[in-house]
Protein backbone atom coordinates (compact mmCIF):
# COMPACT_ATOMS: atom_id res chain seq x y z
CA UNK A 1 0.00 0.00 0.00
CA UNK A 2 1.16 3.42 -0.93
CA UNK A 3 -0.61 6.97 -0.08
CA UNK A 4 0.29 9.83 -1.90
CA UNK A 5 -1.17 13.64 -1.05
CA UNK A 6 -3.34 14.43 -4.20
CA UNK A 7 -5.43 17.30 -5.62
CA UNK A 8 -5.92 20.83 -4.14
CA UNK A 9 -3.32 20.39 -1.31
CA UNK A 10 -0.85 19.90 -3.34
CA UNK A 11 -1.46 22.77 -5.79
CA UNK A 12 -2.21 25.17 -2.84
CA UNK A 13 1.42 24.01 -1.26
CA UNK A 14 2.60 25.14 -4.36
CA UNK A 15 1.21 28.37 -4.84
CA UNK A 16 1.84 29.14 -0.97
CA UNK A 17 -1.79 29.24 -0.26
CA UNK A 18 -3.77 28.44 2.59
CA UNK A 19 -4.92 24.54 2.25
CA UNK A 20 -8.35 24.26 2.77
CA UNK A 21 -9.02 20.16 2.57
CA UNK A 22 -6.50 17.67 1.80
CA UNK A 23 -7.38 14.35 -0.08
CA UNK A 24 -5.24 11.28 -0.09
CA UNK A 25 -5.06 8.63 -2.60
CA UNK A 26 -4.13 5.24 -1.82
CA UNK A 27 -2.30 2.72 -4.59
CA UNK A 28 -2.00 -1.09 -3.95
CA UNK A 29 -4.97 -1.56 -1.57
CA UNK A 30 -8.47 -2.65 -1.63
CA UNK A 31 -11.55 -1.96 0.48
CA UNK A 32 -11.46 -5.13 2.70
CA UNK A 33 -8.04 -4.08 3.72
CA UNK A 34 -9.23 -0.36 4.23
CA UNK A 35 -11.65 -1.37 6.43
CA UNK A 36 -9.46 -3.80 8.38
CA UNK A 37 -6.96 -0.87 9.28
CA UNK A 38 -10.03 1.37 10.91
CA UNK A 39 -10.87 3.41 8.13
CA UNK A 40 -15.13 4.41 6.73
CA UNK A 41 -16.33 3.49 3.88
CA UNK A 42 -18.25 6.76 2.81
CA UNK A 43 -20.57 4.94 0.38
CA UNK A 44 -20.60 0.91 -0.79
CA UNK A 45 -20.82 2.16 -4.54
CA UNK A 46 -17.67 4.32 -4.31
CA UNK A 47 -14.03 3.58 -2.87
CA UNK A 48 -13.51 6.95 -0.51
CA UNK A 49 -13.15 6.30 2.89
CA UNK A 50 -12.35 8.21 6.08
CA UNK A 51 -9.41 8.19 8.30
CA UNK A 52 -10.39 6.89 11.16
CA UNK A 53 -8.59 9.28 13.54
CA UNK A 54 -8.01 12.85 10.82
CA UNK A 55 -11.17 12.10 9.11
CA UNK A 56 -9.80 13.31 6.24
CA UNK A 57 -10.53 11.42 2.97
CA UNK A 58 -8.90 8.24 1.68
CA UNK A 59 -9.54 6.85 -1.93
CA UNK A 60 -8.51 4.01 -3.60
CA UNK A 61 -6.92 4.85 -7.14
CA UNK A 62 -9.93 4.35 -9.76
CA UNK A 63 -10.60 4.50 -13.38
CA UNK A 64 -13.53 6.07 -14.89
CA UNK A 65 -15.32 5.61 -17.98
CA UNK A 66 -17.85 7.53 -19.43
CA UNK A 67 -21.17 4.92 -19.47
CA UNK A 68 -24.23 7.55 -19.26
CA UNK A 69 -25.33 10.94 -19.67
CA UNK A 70 -24.39 13.42 -17.41
CA UNK A 71 -22.40 14.45 -13.99
CA UNK A 72 -22.72 10.76 -12.89
CA UNK A 73 -22.51 8.60 -15.84
CA UNK A 74 -19.36 6.87 -14.99
CA UNK A 75 -18.47 3.17 -14.25
CA UNK A 76 -15.96 3.22 -11.70
CA UNK A 77 -12.72 0.55 -11.29
CA UNK A 78 -11.03 0.46 -8.26
CA UNK A 79 -7.73 -2.27 -7.62
CA UNK A 80 -5.16 -2.84 -6.36
CA UNK A 81 -3.45 -2.75 -10.16
CA UNK A 82 -4.72 0.85 -10.71
CA UNK A 83 -1.32 3.23 -10.56
CA UNK A 84 -1.09 6.55 -9.65
CA UNK A 85 -0.36 7.52 -13.17
CA UNK A 86 -3.99 6.38 -14.02
CA UNK A 87 -5.25 7.91 -11.35
CA UNK A 88 -4.06 11.29 -12.19
CA UNK A 89 -5.06 10.94 -15.61
CA UNK A 90 -8.79 11.09 -14.83
CA UNK A 91 -8.44 14.12 -13.10
CA UNK A 92 -9.58 17.89 -14.50
CA UNK A 93 -6.98 19.86 -14.72
CA UNK A 94 -3.15 19.78 -14.83
CA UNK A 95 -2.78 21.63 -11.90
CA UNK A 96 -5.13 19.02 -9.69
CA UNK A 97 -2.69 16.43 -11.31
CA UNK A 98 0.00 16.62 -8.98
CA UNK A 99 0.80 14.26 -6.17
CA UNK A 100 3.12 14.01 -3.41
CA UNK A 101 4.73 10.76 -1.62
CA UNK A 102 5.07 10.40 2.02
CA UNK A 103 8.52 11.47 1.36
CA UNK A 104 8.14 14.78 0.08
CA UNK A 105 8.35 14.04 -2.98
CA UNK A 106 6.02 15.12 -6.07
CA UNK A 107 4.49 13.06 -9.10
CA UNK A 108 3.87 15.12 -11.95
CA UNK A 109 3.01 13.04 -14.95
CA UNK A 110 0.86 15.65 -16.56
CA UNK A 111 3.46 18.71 -16.15
CA UNK A 112 0.77 20.64 -13.57
CA UNK A 113 4.12 22.16 -12.17
CA UNK A 114 4.46 23.88 -15.76
CA UNK A 115 1.05 25.23 -15.76
CA UNK A 116 1.47 26.59 -11.75
CA UNK A 117 4.42 28.52 -13.41
CA UNK A 118 2.89 29.84 -16.40
CA UNK A 119 -0.68 30.77 -14.48
CA UNK A 120 -2.58 28.00 -16.71
CA UNK A 121 -5.73 26.40 -16.12
CA UNK A 122 -5.39 23.52 -18.87
CA UNK A 123 -7.39 19.95 -18.64
CA UNK A 124 -5.28 17.12 -18.41
CA UNK A 125 -7.48 15.03 -21.51
CA UNK A 126 -9.87 14.77 -24.01
CA UNK A 127 -11.75 13.07 -21.72
CA UNK A 128 -12.37 16.29 -19.71
CA UNK A 129 -15.11 17.32 -21.86
CA UNK A 130 -17.45 13.66 -20.90
CA UNK A 131 -17.57 15.50 -17.57
CA UNK A 132 -20.24 18.34 -17.49
CA UNK A 133 -19.84 19.72 -14.04
CA UNK A 134 -15.94 20.76 -15.19
CA UNK A 135 -17.47 23.88 -16.73
CA UNK A 136 -18.13 25.12 -13.37
CA UNK A 137 -15.36 23.72 -11.73
CA UNK A 138 -12.72 25.52 -14.06
CA UNK A 139 -15.09 28.77 -13.74
CA UNK A 140 -14.79 28.34 -10.46
CA UNK A 141 -11.09 28.04 -10.11
CA UNK A 142 -10.80 30.88 -11.98
CA UNK A 143 -12.65 33.34 -9.57
CA UNK A 144 -10.24 31.48 -6.80
CA UNK A 145 -6.97 32.02 -9.14
CA UNK A 146 -7.67 35.30 -11.13
CA UNK A 147 -6.08 37.39 -9.14
CA UNK A 148 -2.66 35.78 -9.21
CA UNK A 149 -2.47 35.89 -13.26
CA UNK A 150 -4.21 32.47 -13.58
CA UNK A 151 -6.16 32.09 -17.23
CA UNK A 152 -7.85 29.27 -18.98
CA UNK A 153 -5.97 27.59 -21.75
CA UNK A 154 -7.65 28.54 -25.24
CA UNK A 155 -7.77 24.83 -25.73
CA UNK A 156 -9.73 23.86 -22.51
CA UNK A 157 -11.96 27.09 -23.31
CA UNK A 158 -12.59 25.46 -26.49
CA UNK A 159 -14.02 22.45 -24.64
CA UNK A 160 -16.30 24.16 -22.56
CA UNK A 161 -17.86 26.09 -25.45
CA UNK A 162 -18.12 22.52 -27.11
CA UNK A 163 -19.80 20.89 -23.41
CA UNK A 164 -22.10 24.21 -23.29
CA UNK A 165 -23.43 23.39 -27.05
CA UNK A 166 -24.25 19.70 -26.41
CA UNK A 167 -26.34 19.73 -23.98
CA UNK A 168 -25.26 17.79 -21.11
CA UNK A 169 -24.62 20.91 -18.96
CA UNK A 170 -28.99 19.94 -18.88
CA UNK A 171 -28.39 17.03 -16.79
CA UNK A 172 -26.87 18.39 -14.59
CA UNK A 173 -29.33 19.05 -10.81
CA UNK A 174 -29.76 22.20 -9.29
CA UNK A 175 -28.49 21.59 -6.33
CA UNK A 176 -25.05 20.85 -7.51
CA UNK A 177 -24.95 24.33 -9.89
CA UNK A 178 -26.37 25.98 -6.62
CA UNK A 179 -23.15 24.53 -4.80
CA UNK A 180 -20.35 25.29 -7.15
CA UNK A 181 -21.99 28.97 -7.61
CA UNK A 182 -22.30 29.38 -4.27
CA UNK A 183 -18.30 28.18 -3.45
CA UNK A 184 -17.40 31.06 -6.33
CA UNK A 185 -19.39 33.86 -4.58
CA UNK A 186 -16.96 32.75 -2.29
CA UNK A 187 -13.70 33.11 -3.85
CA UNK A 188 -11.76 36.13 -4.19
CA UNK A 189 -13.06 36.99 -7.98
CA UNK A 190 -16.29 35.73 -8.19
CA UNK A 191 -17.29 37.92 -11.02
CA UNK A 192 -14.49 36.06 -13.18
CA UNK A 193 -16.94 32.73 -12.26
CA UNK A 194 -19.94 34.47 -14.46
CA UNK A 195 -17.80 35.59 -16.90
CA UNK A 196 -16.03 32.82 -17.81
CA UNK A 197 -19.57 30.87 -18.26
CA UNK A 198 -20.61 33.86 -20.26
CA UNK A 199 -17.73 33.68 -22.70
CA UNK A 200 -18.00 29.95 -22.98
CA UNK A 201 -21.99 30.08 -23.69
CA UNK A 202 -23.06 28.19 -20.33
CA UNK A 203 -24.98 31.30 -18.45
CA UNK A 204 -28.03 30.43 -20.72
CA UNK A 205 -27.60 26.73 -19.71
CA UNK A 206 -26.78 27.06 -16.27
CA UNK A 207 -28.77 30.12 -14.64
CA UNK A 208 -32.98 30.64 -15.13
CA UNK A 209 -34.60 34.10 -16.32
CA UNK A 210 -32.53 37.05 -17.56
CA UNK A 211 -28.90 35.68 -15.92
CA UNK A 212 -27.86 34.38 -19.10
CA UNK A 213 -27.05 34.73 -22.72
CA UNK A 214 -30.83 37.03 -23.54
CA UNK A 215 -29.42 39.14 -20.72
CA UNK A 216 -27.63 42.03 -23.11
CA UNK A 217 -24.59 42.47 -22.90
CA UNK A 218 -24.51 46.03 -21.12
CA UNK A 219 -26.82 45.07 -18.11
CA UNK A 220 -24.53 41.65 -17.79
CA UNK A 221 -21.64 44.13 -17.62
CA UNK A 222 -23.47 46.28 -15.57
CA UNK A 223 -24.13 43.61 -13.21
CA UNK A 224 -20.60 41.96 -12.90
CA UNK A 225 -19.72 45.79 -12.44
CA UNK A 226 -21.46 46.14 -9.19
CA UNK A 227 -20.80 42.07 -7.91
CA UNK A 228 -17.05 43.57 -8.45
CA UNK A 229 -17.87 46.66 -6.00
CA UNK A 230 -19.34 44.04 -3.68
CA UNK A 231 -16.59 41.59 -3.42
CA UNK A 232 -14.43 44.35 -2.54
CA UNK A 233 -16.48 44.99 0.20
CA UNK A 234 -17.54 42.27 1.41
CA UNK A 235 -16.33 38.21 1.18
CA UNK A 236 -20.21 37.36 2.32
CA UNK A 237 -21.25 34.83 -0.55
CA UNK A 238 -25.06 36.54 0.22
CA UNK A 239 -24.54 39.99 -0.51
CA UNK A 240 -22.44 39.33 -3.22
CA UNK A 241 -25.71 36.84 -4.36
CA UNK A 242 -28.16 39.82 -3.84
CA UNK A 243 -26.14 42.51 -5.30
CA UNK A 244 -26.00 40.26 -8.33
CA UNK A 245 -29.50 39.86 -8.46
CA UNK A 246 -30.58 43.32 -7.80
CA UNK A 247 -28.44 44.58 -10.43
CA UNK A 248 -29.94 42.64 -12.78
CA UNK A 249 -33.33 43.10 -11.89
CA UNK A 250 -33.36 46.13 -10.93
CA UNK A 251 -36.08 47.60 -13.45
CA UNK A 252 -37.75 44.70 -12.93
CA UNK A 253 -40.62 42.99 -10.24
CA UNK A 254 -39.37 40.91 -7.00
CA UNK A 255 -40.89 38.05 -8.53
CA UNK A 256 -37.87 37.42 -11.22
CA UNK A 257 -35.41 37.48 -8.03
CA UNK A 258 -38.08 35.08 -6.24
CA UNK A 259 -38.35 32.90 -9.69
CA UNK A 260 -34.33 32.89 -9.87
CA UNK A 261 -33.71 32.00 -6.24
CA UNK A 262 -36.46 29.26 -6.63
CA UNK A 263 -34.94 27.68 -9.67
CA UNK A 264 -31.37 28.01 -8.30
CA UNK A 265 -32.44 26.06 -5.14
CA UNK A 266 -30.63 29.11 -3.20
CA UNK A 267 -31.18 28.71 0.81
CA UNK A 268 -34.21 30.97 2.39
CA UNK A 269 -30.90 33.97 3.36
CA UNK A 270 -29.78 34.10 0.18
CA UNK A 271 -33.77 34.87 -1.06
CA UNK A 272 -34.58 37.12 1.67
CA UNK A 273 -31.57 39.44 1.51
CA UNK A 274 -31.75 39.37 -2.64
CA UNK A 275 -35.76 40.63 -2.18
CA UNK A 276 -34.76 42.81 0.36
CA UNK A 277 -32.76 44.61 -1.63
CA UNK A 278 -34.69 44.76 -4.75
CA UNK A 279 -37.15 45.96 -2.79
CA UNK A 280 -35.98 48.37 -0.91
CA UNK A 281 -32.79 49.73 -2.49
CA UNK A 282 -35.26 51.78 -5.61
CA UNK A 283 -36.69 53.69 -2.60
CA UNK A 284 -33.27 55.22 -1.05
CA UNK A 285 -33.79 57.73 -4.22
CA UNK A 286 -36.28 59.57 -2.90
CA UNK A 287 -34.79 60.18 0.70
CA UNK A 288 -34.92 63.79 1.70
CA UNK A 289 -36.42 64.10 5.39
CA UNK A 290 -35.92 62.69 8.75
CA UNK A 291 -39.67 60.87 8.91
CA UNK A 292 -38.95 58.90 5.35
CA UNK A 293 -35.21 58.05 6.54
CA UNK A 294 -36.77 56.56 9.68
CA UNK A 295 -39.96 55.04 7.80
CA UNK A 296 -37.60 53.24 5.72
CA UNK A 297 -35.37 51.75 8.30
CA UNK A 298 -38.55 50.44 9.71
CA UNK A 299 -39.05 48.54 6.84
CA UNK A 300 -35.92 47.09 6.82
CA UNK A 301 -36.42 46.06 10.68
CA UNK A 302 -33.03 47.71 11.05
CA UNK A 303 -33.01 48.10 15.01
CA UNK A 304 -34.02 44.19 15.58
CA UNK A 305 -31.68 43.07 12.79
CA UNK A 306 -29.52 45.26 12.60
CA UNK A 307 -26.61 42.46 10.85
CA UNK A 308 -29.20 41.82 8.18
CA UNK A 309 -29.16 45.79 7.86
CA UNK A 310 -25.76 46.37 7.68
CA UNK A 311 -25.64 43.51 4.78
CA UNK A 312 -28.23 45.64 3.57
CA UNK A 313 -25.80 48.68 3.45
CA UNK A 314 -22.85 46.60 2.05
CA UNK A 315 -24.94 45.48 -0.97
CA UNK A 316 -26.67 48.96 -1.36
CA UNK A 317 -23.00 50.39 -1.27
CA UNK A 318 -22.25 48.37 -3.89
CA UNK A 319 -25.43 48.73 -6.55
CA UNK A 320 -25.18 52.68 -5.50
CA UNK A 321 -21.29 52.86 -6.65
CA UNK A 322 -22.64 51.38 -10.08
CA UNK A 323 -25.29 54.59 -10.21
CA UNK A 324 -25.68 57.98 -10.54
CA UNK A 325 -23.14 60.12 -8.33
CA UNK A 326 -25.76 61.30 -5.53
CA UNK A 327 -26.70 57.69 -4.86
CA UNK A 328 -23.70 56.87 -2.68
CA UNK A 329 -24.49 60.12 -0.28
CA UNK A 330 -28.13 58.32 0.61
CA UNK A 331 -26.80 55.15 1.43
CA UNK A 332 -24.33 57.34 4.12
CA UNK A 333 -26.90 58.78 5.27
CA UNK A 334 -29.24 55.71 5.84
CA UNK A 335 -26.55 54.45 8.11
CA UNK A 336 -25.81 57.74 9.96
CA UNK A 337 -29.55 57.88 10.32
CA UNK A 338 -29.79 54.50 12.03
CA UNK A 339 -26.74 55.11 13.99
CA UNK A 340 -28.16 58.30 15.54
CA UNK A 341 -31.41 56.71 16.09
CA UNK A 342 -30.08 53.50 17.57
CA UNK A 343 -28.49 56.03 20.68
CA UNK A 344 -32.27 57.23 21.48
CA UNK A 345 -33.04 56.25 24.89
CA UNK A 346 -36.44 54.29 25.30
CA UNK A 347 -38.72 56.18 27.66
CA UNK A 348 -40.16 54.57 30.44
CA UNK A 349 -42.86 51.85 29.86
CA UNK A 350 -46.04 53.30 30.13
CA UNK A 351 -45.61 56.70 30.73
CA UNK A 352 -47.10 59.17 28.34
CA UNK A 353 -46.00 62.98 27.13
CA UNK A 354 -47.58 65.42 29.00
CA UNK A 355 -49.76 66.47 25.65
CA UNK A 356 -50.77 62.77 25.96
CA UNK A 357 -49.12 61.67 22.52
CA UNK A 358 -48.93 57.63 23.64
CA UNK A 359 -45.45 55.99 24.18
CA UNK A 360 -44.37 54.26 20.82
CA UNK A 361 -45.55 57.51 18.91
CA UNK A 362 -43.28 59.51 21.49
CA UNK A 363 -40.38 57.03 20.91
CA UNK A 364 -40.71 57.41 17.49
CA UNK A 365 -40.68 61.06 17.30
CA UNK A 366 -37.72 61.40 19.53
CA UNK A 367 -36.10 59.30 16.78
CA UNK A 368 -37.00 61.65 14.21
CA UNK A 369 -35.88 64.30 15.75
CA UNK A 370 -32.17 62.57 16.39
CA UNK A 371 -32.02 62.13 12.58
CA UNK A 372 -33.23 65.70 12.38
CA UNK A 373 -29.94 66.99 13.79
CA UNK A 374 -27.31 65.20 11.47
Known amino acids: MQIFLVGGAVRDQLLKL??????????????????????????????????????????????????????????IHAGPEITLAEDLRRRDL?????????????????????????????????????????????????????????????????????????????????????QETRRALDEPSATTYFQLLHQCDALKTVFPERLNTQTPADDLEGALAALKHAQALSTKASIRFSVLLAAIALKNEVTEVKLICNQLRAPARYRELAELVITVYPLITNLRHADQ???????????????????????????AATQPTREPRRVIMLEQAFLKASRVRRPATGKTHDSGIRFSERFRQLRIEAIEAL
Not at 56 to 65: D, I, P, Q
Not at 299 to 317: H, N, V
Request: overall charge positive.
Open 18 to 75: PIRDRDWVVVGSTPEEMERQGFTRIDANFPVFFHPKTGEEYALARTENKSASGHKGFT
Open 293 to 319: LLALLEKLDAFRRSSRFRDFLIAATAL
Open 94 to 178: TINAIAKDIDGKLIDPMDGQRDLADRCLRHVSPAFIEDPLRVLRVARFAARLAPRGFRVAAETLALMQTMSKDGELGTLSRERIW
